[in-house]
């Protein structure tokens, strides 16, 4: 199923959750029990040592799941590994991307200088798109640098999806718009990620902005329940992004030493209620939402 | 550099998108104040430079390294600009771009404390709310630094992720952009991170070769030979290299931290040198393509030097771009090195430099000094030669001293009457 098509029937939930966070086999389980509370995109972050865009939880997560032993091969195995059936977009940041595959075994053995030149994206894309990977979302590649990525995705069939902060205007959007596909990732407030209490009346104002354009609007950061969830379809996104409130979920089974079944059941309520939110968000909206 | 922060393919501008618009109008500013002057704003800074700064810092002549290595070595003395290294240059700057700009609120991240304190003290002394973020590691080998910043005002935030040094710092600070950035400018503390930054505060720190190229034409009616500079990030190589770039008769030397080894533990992520012109890959760190230290699928590693503010895995882009076009040499220098030429040019020229800066020292000993081999990098150094003094060591004191005692360096006095048996 390609991503566009997750967003055919009603608003999708996108869940996300940090490949191998803690370990590999819990991670499995997680997402896996993403998919049985009604999850329609996943997104699985592959960590990366810097993570410039992510808020304090899904750092923590990010540590965890590299102490876990998680590098890209590894992340690969997982995906082909998981069984879920809904399409998986892979989170990460450009460097990791840039680096994959740079040179052979063979190579590296040869070489002593150091002076190691990238291939550049594609054969991370190429791997991604052999392991059944829908998507890529990279929050530290803006549209001006991504030429190569895109040209790699629409190669192998991947769909890039873009993230759209409150601050992003004018030309700027215009220029992301032009490279997104799939869905467009709608940041509902500044800062980086991370649970909230409240939903931004940033929101409103940035579905307004991209209400012309034709591609699904999913609003990620800050969206922890049910409630959220439903405000925020109801508002007029077409999907919603959870990250923070699930990996919290991980971290507190994790320190209380919880055995993998019960989070992932724990994780599965959460995005049940979630889902249903969503859905009956749905069901306040005018039918065919005006575009102007 | 090309109109987009361009160096080669060096550079650019990798952010988190809701930075994007802070960037941009970053940019706007660093191209109509200072490139343009307007408002005469680089006529203040200049002013400030002088009168607040200390400027300009003197070139002298290094008598008895002069007659030690049998040329003419003069030094650029950035320890003598105020708060004791080349940092405010860049500091005033930004902060004074920032006002300008009607920003209100000033955030940076700090490694071995001197950017932090030279940004302390361009908000004190302009009148900016200031927090400055610095590693729980670095705050416990700094401390003086911690209490300089606190004295002037600014508050000092711990981050506590990673190993706490100043790459954890980066990413902290940023984060902190990403969610002030409406009304918050962050000074960003050498030549590093997206466009416009590494260019700006190259700008800002050109000061030091501008007048450096003035200086020693002045003393010998001649440009150097060469101009020797250390290199974490780049900032006071960049300065001290700037106005030279298109003297094709001057060399430039860029001195890396060789740290304890230039072999990595790919292993345990840990690379145990600054090296990153010398040994890094091409990568995309902190908002810029460039040359980091990095394991084999991209995750960066944790670097070492005994210098922390040359403890970084990556390195400004355009100082990464001068290597590859073979205009500047990049050279290292390791640890025990490093500290030996702290020792002595303590002892020969009274003149206690900052372990960064004991760098550049200690590469000109490893290639003119009375052991070393014959090889063709003393040829390059030529027969005049400046010396970038990038900071003064009073900060490094008891780190020095200890380390000193660890290492069993030959040169260093004897205190154990003093030290209490370190």
Redesign the interface.
């Known amino acids: 199923m390609s991503l566009e098509d997750a967003f055919a029937d009603g608003p999708a939930f996108v869940p996300y959750l940090a490949a191998g966070d803690p370990d590999y086999e819990s991670s499995l389980k997680y997402v896996e029990a993403l998919e049985r509370g009604g999850a329609d995109v996943i997104e699985l972050g592959l960590p990366f040592s810097e993570p410039i865009a992510e808020g304090p939880t899904i750092q923590n997560a990010v540590v965890r799941s590299l102490e876990g032993g998680m590098t890209p091969t590894r992340f690969f195995e997982f995906v082909e590994d998981l069984d879920v059936s809904v399409p998986l977009v892979c989170m990460t940041y450009y460097n990791l991307i840039y680096r994959y595959g740079d040179e052979s075994e063979a190579q590296r053995a040869s070489n002593t200088s150091g002076e190691t030149a990238s291939n550049g994206p594609r054969p991370f894309v190429e791997k991604a798109a052999e392991v059944g990977i829908e998507g890529l979302v990279v929050p530290d590649l803006p549209a001006e640098e991504a030429d190569p990525l895109r040209e790699a995705c629409d190669e192998f069939g991947l769909d890039l999806v873009f993230i759209v902060a409150p601050t992003t205007r004018g030309d700027r959007l215009d220029r992301i718009m032009e490279q997104v596909s799939g869905y467009v990732y709608v940041q509902a407030r500044l800062g980086t990620t991370g649970a909230q209490s409240s939903v931004s009346d940033q929101t409103g104002s940035s579905l307004e902005r991209l209400a012309d354009y034709d591609v699904p609007k999913a609003v990620g950061f800050g969206i922890s329940s049910g409630d959220h969830a439903e405000r925020i379809v109801a508002s007029g996104a077409d999907g919603i992004i959870v990250g923070s409130a699930l990996v919290d979920i991980v971290a507190e089974g994790h320190e209380n030493g919880d055995d993998a079944e019960t989070v992932a059941d724990r994780l599965e309520t959460l995005a049940r209620e979630l889902k249903d939110g969503a859905v009956a968000g749905a069901s306040q909206r005018p039918p065919h939402p005006e575009r102007t | 550099m090309s109109a987009?922060g361009k160096f080669g393919d060096y550079g650019?501008?990798?952010?988190?998108?809701?930075l994007?618009?802070?960037i941009?109008e970053l940019t706007d500013a660093y191209e109509r104040y200072v490139l343009d002057n307007e408002d005469g704003f680089m006529d203040d800074f200049r002013a400030r430079l002088r009168d607040f700064g200390g400027r300009p810092t003197p070139l002298q002549r290094a008598d008895r390294l002069s007659e030690r290595y049998d040329r003419e070595v003069y030094l650029k003395r950035e320890d003598l600009l105020h708060g004791g290294a080349h940092k405010l240059n860049n500091a005033l700057g930004q902060v004074l771009l920032a006002k300008y700009m009607g920003k209100e609120r000033i955030i940076a991240e700090t490694g071995a404390g001197q950017h932090g304190t030279a940004t302390a003290m361009a908000c004190a002394h302009l009148d900016m709310p200031c927090e400055i973020y610095m590693g729980e590691r670095d705050i416990n080998r700094q401390r003086p630094n911690v209490f300089r910043m606190k004295l002037n005002g600014s508050e000092v935030n711990p981050v506590t992720?990673?190993r706490g040094t100043l790459?954890e710092a980066i990413?902290e600070t940023?984060?902190d952009w990403?969610?002030?950035?409406?009304d918050t400018h962050y000074v960003i503390g050498s030549v590093v991170g997206p466009h416009p930054f590494p260019s700006m505060v190259r700008d800002f720190q050109s000061v030091i070769s501008e007048e450096a190229r003035t200086q020693a034409t002045e003393k010998l009616g001649r440009l150097p030979d060469a101009v020797v500079a250390c290199a974490g990030g780049g900032s006071n190589t960049m300065g001290a290299f700037a106005e030279f770039v298109d003297d094709e008769e001057t060399a430039l030397y860029a001195v890396e931290a060789g740290g304890s080894t230039l072999e990595v533990d790919e292993e345990a992520?840990v690379a145990p040198n600054s090296a990153s012109l010398?040994?890094?890959?091409?990568?995309?760190?902190?908002?810029a393509r460039t040359r980091?230290l990095?394991d084999?699928?991209?995750?960066?590693m944790e670097s070492h030097s005994v210098s922390s503010g040359l403890d970084y895995a990556g390195v400004g882009p355009e100082l990464a771009y001068l290597v590859d076009t073979g205009r500047v040499t990049a050279v290292n220098v390791d640890d025990d090195e490093a500290l030996t030429a702290f020792h002595r040019l303590s002892q020969m020229e009274g003149i206690i430099p900052a372990l960064e800066s004991a760098h550049a020292f200690g590469y000109l000993e490893s290639v003119v000094g009375p052991d070393a081999p014959d090889s063709a990098d003393a040829d390059g150094l030529g027969e005049y030669v400046v010396v970038n003094v990038s900071g003064r060591g009073d900060k490094d004191l008891e780190s020095a001293i200890e380390e000193t005692y660890e290492r069993d360096i030959d040169i260093a006095p004897n205190m154990d009457e003093f030290t209490g048996g370190l």
């Not at chain 2, 650019?12 to 809701?18: D, N, R, S, T």
């Open positions: 987009d650019g501008q990798y952010v988190p998108e809701a994007m618009p802070a941009e992720v990673g790459k990413s940023m984060r990403a969610t002030n950035v409406e992520g010398t040994t890094g890959t091409e990568g995309i760190l902190h908002g980091l990095q084999r699928d991209g995750q960066i």
